[in-house]
């Protein structure tokens, strides 16, 4: 059984993929496995419909398959948000057909979520190696100004052809990149959750995301020249990072602290130059960070944490939830999601004594997992540089400062335990942030 085998078989919700050159030829076929004699209804937008649509229709055509009108997307500034979905959902529901998505992050989410609310499956015929959605499940949308993700199971079948993806626009393939660089420090981040005991790797999980990641992440030059074999293997551990999602049903392994930046500023509405920045870039700026914070945290001896010392420092809840409410002063939407997530994560001061006890019994050997396990900051650094994804934060119109300031309240965004929880909880949080922010840090704030 191979590795595509393998996951299929974990996977909660997707039951076939085809991928590699060629890919589309075998749609037909698949739609008739996974829904005997069902009309099909092809969603896209002008851009994917030219660069895929248009020949997916003569591949089903060709093959008998019968069609519904494709229902094609004309906006320029199409993203993903809850008026568009309306608009694709009042199409599908006058039509007994099957979803076939042709696209990428946008079109998936939107044809996803509208399939869901719909009672149906889908499918997607991927264009860009931009995100690990396409075998994940859920799908953000944007809903009353916020970017939000709702739950919704990920397709049924998959398709996904490296050289179409390979002649994707600039910056797609970067953004994936990006997106995918990500799970190193995450593997980090869930490595250091199992070790306090918070969140126990599922090893299936970890290794699907972890086995390829290095060779997948080796070529960031290629992946920018629109290498096919470079976008494939780029492609393949996009979507084995959802399968991890699928089989375990959570995010876990592909999401850590660097994710947090992307949905702090998506609850911003992030632009830069008129455009919304790509989820990919945004998290990319958070795996520098978080790779800073990993480095710094692996600098430390915490063989040597005075314990007591962060015991009877370790504040309230009360008192938690008024420093809260301080640093997301003035951001409600931010406020309301800070105080939930950090009440479900919040734990009093002898569970923190037994979760630093925890590390302090294994730091050798953790630290020395996490250095292997992490890729230097410079050469993260680098990478991003030469697929063409920001390496610094003004590329996406954030400043130093502004990261600052968003970093002081990742702690508090989400119920998932990482990195950045060891350090708040070991009392070094301001001891970070003045590492990575102060005269010399990586991200100095003049």
């Given at each position: 059984m191979n590795e595509i085998e393998t996951a299929l078989q974990r996977a909660r919700d997707t039951k076939a993929l085809e991928f590699g050159e060629g890919a589309m030829e075998r749609l037909p076929k698949m739609l008739e496995a996974l829904f005997p004699g069902k009309k099909v209804v092809i969603v896209a937008d002008d851009n994917t419909y030219n660069a895929a649509g248009r020949k997916v229709c003569g591949i089903l055509d060709a093959a008998g398959t019968q069609m519904e009108d494709s229902f094609?997307?004309?906006?320029?500034?199409?993203?993903?948000?809850?008026?568009?979905?309306?608009?694709?959902?009042?199409?599908?529901?006058?039509?007994?057909?099957?979803?076939?998505?042709?696209?990428?992050?946008?079109?998936?989410?939107?044809?996803?979520?509208?399939?869901?609310?719909?009672?149906?499956?889908?499918?997607?015929?991927?264009?860009?190696?931009?995100?690990?959605?396409?075998?994940?499940?859920?799908?953000?949308?944007?809903?009353?100004?916020?970017?939000?993700?709702?739950?919704?199971?990920?397709?049924?079948?998959?398709?996904?052809?490296?050289?179409?993806?390979?002649?994707?626009?600039?910056?797609?393939?970067?953004?994936?990149?990006?997106?995918l660089l990500a799970k190193v420090p995450a593997g980090a981040d869930w490595i250091i959750s199992d070790a306090v005991g918070s969140e126990a790797i599922d090893d299936f999980a970890f290794n699907l995301v972890q086995k390829n990641l290095r060779k997948a992440l080796s070529d960031p030059a290629a992946v920018a020249d629109g290498d096919v074999e470079a976008t494939g293997m780029l492609a393949d551990g996009?979507?084995?990072?959802?399968?991890?999602?699928?089989?375990?049903?959570?995010?876990?392994?592909?999401?850590?602290?660097?994710?947090?930046?992307?949905?702090?500023?998506?609850?911003?509405?992030?632009?830069?130059?008129?455009?919304?920045?790509?989820?990919?870039?945004?998290?990319?700026?958070?795996?520098?960070?978080?790779?800073?914070?990993?480095?710094?945290?692996?600098?430390?001896?915490?063989?040597?944490?005075?314990?007591?010392?962060?015991?009877?420092?370790?504040?309230?809840?009360?008192?938690?939830?008024?420093?809260?409410?301080?640093?997301?002063?003035?951001?409600?939407?931010?406020?309301?999601?800070?105080?939930?997530?950090?009440?479900?994560?919040?734990?009093?001061?002898?569970?923190?004594?037994?979760?630093?006890?925890?590390?302090?019994?294994?730091?050798?050997?953790?630290?020395?997992?996490?250095?292997?396990?992490?890729i230097p900051f410079d050469d993260v650094k680098e990478m991003l540089r030469l697929v063409g994804a920001p390496s610094r934060p003004e590329e996406i119109g954030v400043s130093k400062a502004r990261l600052r300031d968003t970093f002081k309240c990742i702690p508090f965004m989400r119920n998932r335990y990482t990195g950045i929880d060891l350090i708040y909880r070991a009392g070094l949080l301001d001891e970070v942030t003045e590492h990575i922010f102060g005269r010399g840090g990586r991200f100095e704030v003049e």
């Open positions: 094609i997307f004309k906006d320029p500034d199409l993203y993903a948000e809850w008026s568009y979905l309306q608009l694709l959902e009042a199409y599908l529901k006058e039509r007994d057909a099957v979803p076939v998505a042709v696209g990428s992050g946008v079109i998936n989410d939107l044809t996803k979520l509208a399939s869901h609310h719909l009672g149906r499956r889908y499918v997607i015929v991927g264009t860009a190696a931009s995100m690990d959605g396409y075998t994940a499940y859920g799908a953000s949308i944007t809903y009353e100004g916020n970017k939000q993700t709702f739950d919704c199971p990920a397709p049924l079948g998959v398709v996904f052809d490296p050289a179409v993806a390979a002649k994707a626009p600039a910056g797609m393939s970067a953004s994936g990149y990006a997106d996009l979507i084995m990072s959802g399968f991890a999602m699928q089989a375990i049903s959570s995010s876990r392994p592909a999401s850590g602290t660097d994710h947090q930046f992307s949905h702090f500023w998506d609850m911003e509405g992030l632009c830069y130059n008129g455009r919304h920045v790509s989820h990919g870039f945004k998290v990319g700026i958070g795996t520098m960070v978080s790779t800073a914070c990993l480095e710094f945290l692996i600098s430390k001896d915490l063989t040597k944490l005075d314990i007591d010392a962060c015991v009877a420092a370790w504040p309230t809840w009360e008192a938690q939830e008024a420093y809260i409410r301080k640093i997301f002063e003035g951001k409600p939407g931010h406020l309301a999601r800070g105080l939930a997530e950090s009440r479900a994560k919040y734990c009093g001061p002898e569970e923190i004594r037994c979760q630093l006890n925890a590390i302090v019994a294994v730091w050798p050997e953790l630290r020395e997992r996490i250095r292997e396990q992490i």
